[in-house]
């Protein structure tokens, strides 16, 4: 399976973007999809999490703020990223897994594929 972002780019603070993370080949049927992002200089972090027949994930940083979604017709994953701050300046990546996330277990779960990123710029 392929996973492709876009919708990266720079946007002044307060803004909005919408990322898009396609989901390709015979074995895209993923229980588990998720954001992570890792600004410059600091390690990957989990950002938002799908999974099929349950709840998001949300990173307090952005509760309230982002907004996880999966259009099945299109297998495709967004993040709608509103109020942005110059602190989520970040490569965005999607990453996927055909294994279903537990409640406990976002932080720390391991996602078999991953999408080369997109760039996210916010500036004051």
């Known amino acids: 399976a392929q996973l492709v972002e876009s919708g990266g780019g720079l946007v002044q603070a307060g803004g909005s973007l919408r990322l898009s993370c396609a989901a390709s080949?015979?074995?895209?049927?993923?229980?588990?999809m998720l954001w992570y992002r890792q600004p410059p200089g600091k390690e990957r972090e989990l950002v938002a999490g799908w999974r099929t027949g349950g709840g998001p994930y949300y990173a307090d940083s952005v509760k309230g703020r982002f907004t996880i979604s999966r259009d099945r017709s299109k297998n495709t994953l967004y993040l709608d990223m509103n109020s942005l701050k110059p602190e989520d300046t970040a490569m965005y990546y999607c990453?996927?897994?055909?294994?279903?996330?537990?409640?406990?277990?976002?932080?720390?779960?391991?996602?078999?594929?991953w999408g080369s990123g997109t760039q996210v710029t916010v500036f004051s």
């Open positions: 080949g015979s074995d895209s049927s993923f229980a588990t």
């Open positions: 990453a996927a897994s055909q294994r279903r996330a537990i409640n406990t277990g976002w932080r720390t779960f391991a996602p078999g594929y």
